[in-house]
DNA sequence: ACGAATTACATAACTAGGTTATATGTTGGG
DNA sequence: CCCAACATATAACCTAGTTATGTAATTCGT
């Protein structure tokens, strides 16, 4: 199979398995939860958050500002830097983030075990692949 | 491998990649391409494509109507139901559509030939089961 | 064959989640 | 010690969706 052909082919079945886990899943934001997720190890500033999450200090900002009314992350003072936030992550968005992921699982894990053993073999095979993709 | 580990592993890996592909790509809306990829293989009423992308059909009704703006499909009136409407590709949609797609394959196809070859054996031995997830 | 219920789409009013441009307060280097 | 650069916030706007409702066409029971 030439790279062309597995490039245009993966891109739609993971376009389409990532939409079936979007619409399955969660009243809540993809980017809010990818927030979260970055979160878990560790405070951020708003700036870094929005650079990972590829959207606008301002549109960080303001998500942020949802995370907080959500209680699910607040922001603290930055103790060496005045102009500076440090978001972190609360108990409860902890409890919130893993739900998600799991509710996330679970709809996958329905498919997956539809499959045949030789097909989740294929799957199990190319997860370490697949996350190489995304190693900027 | 445990189905619930494999599960949650691909469910992370393959959001990630999605959101590549998102980012990286094509100033144009998600559901659009998806309505125009449906409409490459033959018309479609408002309401079927509407339960096709998981939208309301007022959202669909409004997105056809930004699709004609474009000019990427047109509305026909069905002949055999007056209140109907068949909504067609057009020429320039499919020619959008096929760009839309070589610039995702692109994205993609950059970081495939950075792999190992036996990360792309695996990569293409498990397109087959990634596209069985999705089906129904 | 006619009226009621249903269907297909459109419109209106609203919301979420972003955008760019700009303002405000903080910091560090020359 | 001042000034440019930085970190965040605010304002005004935009896109893509939602629900509720309206309108015209069709179907179905009697």
Do not use: Y
Request: proline letters at 4%; a positive charge; glycine letters at 4%.
């Amino acid at each position: 199979m030439t790279t062309e052909k597995l490039s245009a082919d993966l891109a739609a079945a993971v376009t389409d398995v990532a939409r079936l886990l979007i619409r399955e899943g969660l009243h809540v934001n993809r980017t809010a939860l990818s927030v979260l997720a970055t979160l878990r190890s560790g405070p951020r500033r708003i700036t870094d958050l929005a650079a990972c999450e590829f959207v606008s200090q301002p549109g960080m900002t303001t998500l942020v500002s949802r995370l907080e009314d959500e209680g699910w992350a607040k922001r603290q003072p930055d103790p060496t830097d005045g102009r500076a936030v440090n978001v972190v992550i609360t108990k409860a968005g902890e409890r919130m983030l893993e739900q998600a992921i799991a509710a996330r699982t679970e709809v996958l894990r329905k498919r997956v075990e539809r499959l045949a053993p030789a097909e989740r073999r294929a799957l199990a095979d190319a997860v370490a692949a697949l996350e190489m993709l995304t190693r900027d």
